[in-house]
């Protein structure tokens, strides 16, 4: 069956260095993967997307990778700060429908 | 208004009990989606809407749960005879280029339904 996982519950790193969330797919090709932050009690609010045939794409401190190799996105914020403690949700469209992971919730500490 | 709006933003019901869920899209948006995040979980597809049809319901888990469009915007989420294992929240979301072009999401805040 198609699916699409993140491998890590929880991620706890110090402010200031780079977290690296990563996003897994089986069983299809995504034409686009995508990654939403989600905080407490509200909905999901879209971050980046990133299309089969790019390798990377960038906005401001995050950068977003796509392996079609690996089957494999890579999420990373660099300079992290506190105010970036959510959890993170990557999403795949396939045919009608968008598809989400379970999240990996991170947790910047001071 | 600017977003996608949900109502009611909480309910509280008994087992056996109708409900209805209601979301309120972004204007000219014609794909619409509903999902179903359990605590601690990603959001689980349930349903999508192009227009007023349904494109996709592949997602919901059973025949108490139904969803309308009539008009190709505000979609109603409807639940018969409710279970506790149907508690939790409902988000909605809605699109203004499905598919292959784009599909960014715009969310709602989510409507959290509690089955006693």
């Known amino acids: 069956s198609q699916k699409i996982e993140q491998n890590s519950e929880a991620l706890n790193i110090q402010e200031g260095k780079t977290a690296t969330l990563t996003c897994n797919y089986t069983?299809?090709?995504?034409?686009?993967l995508q990654w939403y932050r989600q905080d407490p009690g509200r909905g999901p609010v879209f971050l980046l997307l990133?299309?089969?045939?790019?390798k990377e794409k960038r906005k401001e401190r995050l950068k977003v990778t796509f392996d079609t190799t690996l089957k494999q996105s890579l999420f990373h914020i660099t300079a992290s700060q506190p105010a970036d403690s959510a959890t993170y949700l990557c999403?795949?469209?396939?045919?009608?429908?968008?598809?989400f992971g379970a999240g990996t919730r991170l947790t910047v500490k001071p | 208004g600017a977003g996608v709006s949900q109502t009611p933003s909480n309910k509280v019901t008994e087992k056996g009990k109708y409900v209805e869920l209601r979301c309120d899209p972004i204007?000219?948006?014609?794909?619409l989606y509903w999902y179903r995040q359990s605590l601690g979980q990603g959001p689980e597809f349930l349903i999508y809407?192009?227009?007023?049809?349904?494109?996709?319901d592949s997602g919901l888990p059973n025949d108490r749960f139904f969803a309308v469009r009539p008009e190709g915007s505000v979609s109603t989420l409807k639940i018969q005879r409710t279970e506790r294992g149907d508690s939790a929240v409902y988000l909605c979301?809605?699109?203004?280029?499905?598919?292959?072009?784009?599909?960014?999401?715009?969310f709602g805040e989510g409507s959290r339904l509690t089955v006693l």
């Open positions: 999403a795949s469209y396939n045919n009608n429908d968008m598809r």
């Open positions: 069983n299809y090709s995504p034409a686009y």
């Open positions: 979301a809605s699109s203004l280029t499905p598919g292959l072009q784009s599909g960014e999401l715009f």
């Open positions: 809407f192009q227009g007023t049809g349904a494109a996709d």
């Open positions: 990133i299309r089969e045939n790019e």
């Open positions: 204007s000219g948006h014609t794909a």
